[in-house]
């Protein structure tokens, strides 16, 4: 079966609010963010316009596969402009292939960051398509099922109902399992870190001894500050903390896992490709690696960055995985 085509377009998929929320939004900036340093601007100041990505691959029998990512303004160009035309009359099944021709074609002008989530996104709509093909799901044809229940925990990414209210809802929900959103930075000091660990204590009061509880720090810490900030939050027994300095800062990453051994560790929401999971795993650097399956490179990539994992002893929980069916597969 050959590809026929391949074509992408910019969608925007605000989520439907169906309930009337049961307490009023508060102002809020949101949680922390690497431009910390230049208080001027807003993260409505600095984050980028562009809307998502949705990727449709179309075989000769007109059977299609689709998937999706983020930052359609350039990445619409990489897979319409650049992908397309290399990978029209290949074998659609043939996702191995496919993925390393994208990974090579792409490495001139760097195949971590945007250019992964080109990749993602066709690699994502070839295993659709081959599992529609096929006529299985795409946990199958991965060699599942392995397990009868996925373990999930609820982020607080949305600030705006308040902190404690969206903690009720998890634990009203059954999450056994909530991850809190760092308010404070490198760039705050003594009073950002005393800050932290009021957030971090209250919370823990909340949820009792019995729910997990992570903070991440979304790459806005530094070297001292995440020493400081873990030696103030070991009384509150954190599950792990997580993508506290900029992803490309390796040598940041190995002195913080030499400056707190005892401190569970988790990145790589934003490490591309599979290379740096096989540092960060040869070096133990992290012990849970997290990438994700519409940024990584697709399927293909976090299946491969999971025998890393396993290879090394280390966990991987896919950032995002349950959010949408590539991760569900995976992790099923």
Known sequence: ?????????????????????????????????????????????????WTRTACVVTADDGSWGLGLTNHSGPVLSIINDHFAPLLTGQNCMATEKLWDMRRRASSPYHTAGLASYAISAVDNALWDLKGKILQRPVYELLGGPQKERIFCYASNTDLSYGTEHSIDWFLELGFKAVKLFARYGAESGIEGIRKTEELVARTREQIGDDVELMLDGWMSLNV?????????????????????????????????????????????????????????????????????????????????????????????????????????????
Request: aromatic share 10%; charged share 20%.
């Open 224 to 332: 001292e500050y995440t020493v400081r900030l873990v030696e103030a939050l070991k009384p509150y027994r954190l599950k792990w903390l997580e993508d506290y300095v900029l992803p490309e800062d390796m040598d940041s990453y190995m002195k913080i896992r030499q400056r707190v051994p005892g401190q569970i560790l988790a990145t790589g929401e934003h490490w591309y490709t599979i290379h740096p999971f096989a540092l960060a795993a040869g070096q133990g650097l992290v012990d849970i690696l997290q990438p994700d399956v519409q940024w990584v490179g697709g399927v293909t990539a976090l299946v491969r960055i999971c025998h890393i994992a396993e290879a090394h002893g280390l966990t991987v929980i896919s950032h995002a995985g349950m959010n949408y069916p590539y991760g569900q597969h995976i992790s099923y």
């Open 1 to 49: 079966m050959k590809i026929k085509d391949i074509r992408a377009v910019a969608v925007n998929l605000p989520p439907p609010q169906t309930t009337e929320p049961r307490v009023p939004k508060v102002p809020t900036e949101g949680f922390i963010s690497p431009m910390e340093r230049y208080p001027e601007f807003k993260k409505r100041d600095w984050g980028s316009s």
